[in-house]
């Protein structure tokens, strides 16, 4: 089964400073990799998808990649901001069947 | 379009009575999901349908759980006699031949 770990759990930073928030997964057979940011109480906002045969995906100042072999994704946020503060999640498509599997997230705070 | 809706947003219910959520898809999506998702955890896959069909199920959904997806395009998830473990923000997601995932707004489920 497929494993999702995201790692720090939780990152304070000031403001203006880039960060990178880490996703590791145990199978290496994936179809495709999601990002999202959920506020507290809210649902998934979709941030990046990068299908299984690209290596990196960019929005604005979010850049996310994509190590399929070492089963890695980073999610970088440049500049960030104090509206950034969210939950961030990865979530996996299984290359076989068509479920998927989220990490726990990383609870981002972006002091002013 | 607006997106992914759910409803109701919130539902208090005894224990031993039956609820239902209700998701209605991105209108041109095929394919769609149900989520749970607890406190400092990420979503946990119940359930997909593409168009009208049930395609897979988690072992998570016990007996007590059915979802239907009628003429492919709303759909319902029941919860018979609940329990207090069923707690939790139940999520719908859609998307097309299984790319990006757009979520609603969950529904959370308390049950005194």
């Known amino acids: 089964k497929q494993e999702v770990t995201q790692i720090p759990a939780a990152l304070s930073v000031p403001e203006g400073e880039n960060l990178v928030l880490n996703c590791s997964f145990t199978?290496?057979?994936?179809?495709?990799l999601q990002w999202f940011r959920q506020d507290p109480g809210k649902g998934l906002t979709s941030l990046l998808l990068?299908?299984?045969?690209?290596r990196e995906q960019t929005s604005g100042r979010l850049n996310a990649s994509l190590d399929k072999s070492s089963g890695r994704s980073t999610l970088y946020i440049a500049a960030s901001q104090p509206g950034d503060s969210a939950t961030y999640l990865c979530?996996?498509?299984?290359?076989?069947?068509?479920?998927?599997?989220f990490g726990s997230g990383t609870k981002l705070n972006v002091k002013p | 379009d607006t997106g992914v809706s759910q409803d109701p947003r919130h539902k208090i219910t005894k224990r031993g009575q039956n609820v239902t959520f209700r998701c209605d898809p991105i209108?041109?999506?095929?394919?769609l999901y149900w989520y749970r998702q607890t406190l400092g955890q990420g979503p946990e896959f119940l359930t997909y349908?593409?168009?009208?069909?049930?395609?897979?199920k988690s072992r998570l959904l016990s007996d007590r759980f059915s979802a239907e997806r009628p003429k492919g395009s709303f759909s319902t998830l029941e919860i018979q006699r609940t329990e207090q473990g069923d707690s939790a923000m139940y999520l719908c997601?859609?998307?097309?031949?299984?790319?990006?995932?757009?979520f609603g707004p969950g529904t959370r489920l308390t049950v005194l």
């Open positions: 979530a996996v498509r299984d290359g076989n069947f068509n479920k998927f599997y």
């Open positions: 349908f593409q168009n009208e069909a049930q395609l897979e």
């Open positions: 990068i299908q299984s045969s690209q």
């Open positions: 199978d290496s057979a994936i179809y495709n």
């Open positions: 997601a859609s998307s097309f031949a299984g790319d990006e995932q757009f």
């Open positions: 209108s041109e999506h095929n394919r």
